[in-house]
């Protein structure tokens, strides 16, 4: 007896906006113990001083190992968001550069959250933040890691799945355009290696990526004809 063999039509794999709204969640739960809007001490500037800085770790270690530990767990749900949008944009028949591209600063954004979140895990170690020279060279570390070695992986994370996405017809147009505008903001925020006053691109790629990632996460099909 003869069987054909039917191919699958629906992807099979976690639900990506499922997977962005666990990794927003666990991101800016590690935020909640660093970040205050009233008037508590908060994780200082990099324009601060060293007696700041060493001041805030050697006083707060238990508020940042926490924010360190949420960080460290996003890390994890944004690796599988982009390597379950990659699947199913091949799922989808989408074999073009932007996808591998993709792949790459998808990885690379969740690699380098992964090695910030582990260095602020150092910094708050009994005796690390004693030593002003050793703590103020691992803040600087956790900052451009955390930072720029985030926002411009993240932003060709955005610009490879939302152009093919574009060309194929697969997002709706307006997401499309925001995704292609992160992009750009987070490739420009490379900038602030050198222009310091280019630090507010960093949050403008991270926080309306949330929303980006959701979206796209829910909007992205799952079926193919």
């Given amino acids: 007896m003869m069987t054909t063999n039917i191919p699958d039509k629906t992807h099979a794999g976690p639900n990506p906006g499922i997977v962005a709204i666990v990794y927003t969640l666990l991101f800016n739960a590690g935020?909640?113990?660093?970040?205050?809007?009233?008037?508590?001490?908060h994780f200082p500037g990099p324009w601060e001083s060293s007696d700041i800085i060493g001041a805030y770790f050697q006083g707060h270690a238990g508020a940042v190992l926490a924010c360190g530990f949420l960080q460290f767990g996003a890390a994890i749900p944004l690796g599988i968001f982009t390597a379950t949008m990659v699947s199913r944009l091949q799922f989808l028949d989408v074999r073009v550069a932007?996808?591998?591209?993709?792949?790459?600063?998808?990885?690379?954004a969740a690699f380098n959250m992964a090695a910030s979140?582990?260095?602020?895990?150092?910094?708050?170690?009994?005796?690390?933040?004693?030593?002003?020279?050793v703590l103020r060279a691992l803040y600087y570390l956790t900052f451009a890691v955390g930072g720029?070695?985030?926002?411009?992986?993240?932003?060709?994370?955005?610009?490879?799945?939302?152009?093919?996405?574009?060309?194929?017809?697969l997002l709706p147009k307006w997401l499309v355009i925001f995704g292609i505008a992160l992009a750009m903001t987070g490739e420009l925020s490379a900038l602030s290696l050198i222009i310091p006053d280019a630090l507010f691109l960093i949050p403008l790629t991270?926080?309306?990526?949330?929303?980006?990632?959701?979206?796209?996460?829910?909007?992205?099909?799952k079926t193919r004809d």
């Fill in 31 to 41: 935020l909640y113990f660093v970040i205050s809007f009233t008037g508590k001490p």
């Fill in 98 to 108: 932007g996808v591998s591209i993709a792949l790459f600063g998808g990885l690379m």
């Fill in 117 to 133: 979140a582990l260095i602020l895990w150092v910094m708050a170690y009994p005796g690390v933040a004693q030593d002003a020279a």
């Fill in 148 to 169: 720029v070695g985030f926002s411009v992986p993240f932003g060709l994370l955005l610009a490879g799945i939302c152009i093919p996405a574009g060309f194929f017809k």
């Fill in 206 to 221: 991270r926080f309306p990526g949330f929303i980006w990632l959701i979206g796209a996460g829910f909007a992205l099909p």
